[in-house]
């Protein structure tokens, strides 16, 4: 059997002024992101919105035939 990927999900978690969640995901991702990249481009998105970053969540999509 043969685990073939189909898509990688990043849900990014930002908090705003009044300590309210603020999600921003990401599909079609690259199959295996690394920490390193995930933490800085949350660090960027932060910039671009001017929510803080808390954390993200990486789910993968495969099939297996």
Do not use: C, Y
């Amino acid at each position: 059997m043969q685990t073939n990927w189909k898509k990688t999900t990043i849900t990014f978690i930002f908090i705003d002024d009044g300590d309210h969640p603020v999600k921003i995901a990401l599909q079609n991702a690259i199959s295996t992101p690394e920490a390193t990249q995930i933490a800085d481009f949350g660090a960027t998105l932060a910039t671009l919105t001017g929510l803080t970053f808390r954390t993200a969540t990486v789910s993968t999509q495969s099939t297996v035939a």
